[in-house]
């Protein structure tokens, strides 16, 4: 479906939703199907929408909008190196059971002047506030650094952004964003939770959901993995074990 048209669709769901009293987000996303193929280099993103507001419970209709795009979570485990008899070895390590492997907040002013620091830590409208479960026991201030260790090493990364004044807002009803998806991201199932926002109170909020897919024959290979995975694991025996013997043959003529 083109812009045009689904800018139209959420203009007919704001209209058939005039009728409610509470302030209704309406979101959208330019692709909600990102195929990743051989040569990719990532993707631009586009977060659209419109808060509805009949009855002005923000004030005017005077919202901030706040986009939080976040990707599948998965175990990390960082390590922390240290100088030792003058070799830099493993010192500690820390490890955390669900860390989103990419994590992006767009927002209309910078979150410390829309919402309290409370209130940012409950919806994670920030890298500061991702919410990490820590496993096994650790002091919180070690805890804390090894997760600002793990924030920085995804934002240089690229995995990690925070965009303040990253969403535009017109006529006091539509919105919209543009989130960059680099080339490493994570295959799987990406949420962007838009929250419209009220004299610093989340007011609305409302889900989109994108996939993010493997396609061409890093696709079919990653299928067949799954759909075979006894028959795959022959393959790759075998065809190790082939390599090997050609290699040996190779090595043995010289």
Excluded: H
Excluded at 93 to 108: E, G, H, N, Q, T
Excluded at 116 to 140: C, H, M, V
Excluded at 195 to 224: C, D, H, N, P, W
């Amino acid at each position: 479906m083109s812009l045009a048209a689904r800018l139209v669709v959420v203009l007919v769901a704001w209209a058939a939703l005039t009728a409610q009293r509470e302030p209704v987000l309406v979101p959208e996303v330019s692709q909600s199907l990102i195929e990743v193929r051989q040569g990719f280099t990532g993707a631009r993103l586009l977060l659209y929408g419109a808060v509805i507001d009949p009855e002005g419970a923000g004030g005017s209709g005077d919202y901030d909008i706040v986009v939080v795009l976040k990707g599948p979570t998965e175990p990390v485990r960082i390590r922390e190196k240290a100088r030792i008899a003058g070799i830099w070895m493993n010192a500690q390590d820390s490890d955390f059971r669900s860390a989103p492997s990419f994590f992006a907040v767009a927002s209309s002013r910078p979150i410390g002047d829309i919402v309290d620091e409370r209130t940012a830590a409950i919806y994670e409208l920030g890298t500061e506030f991702i919410q990490l479960s820590p496993s096994g026991t650790i002091d919180p201030e070690e805890q804390a650094r090894f997760a600002r260790g793990l924030v920085e090493l995804r934002r240089k990364q690229g995995l990690y952004q925070e965009n303040p004044g990253g969403v535009r807002i017109s006529e006091k009803v539509l919105y919209q964003a543009r989130i960059d998806l680099p080339s490493n991201v994570t295959t799987g199932r990406y949420t962007a939770e838009t929250f419209a926002i009220a004299r610093g109170r989340v007011v609305a909020s409302a889900t989109a959901r994108i996939e993010v897919v493997k396609a061409g024959l890093e696709g079919q290979v990653v299928t067949a993995s799954q759909r075979f995975a006894f028959f795959y694991g022959l393959g790759a025996i075998a065809l190790s074990l082939g390599m090997g013997w050609l290699a040996g043959r190779l090595f043995a003529r010289g």
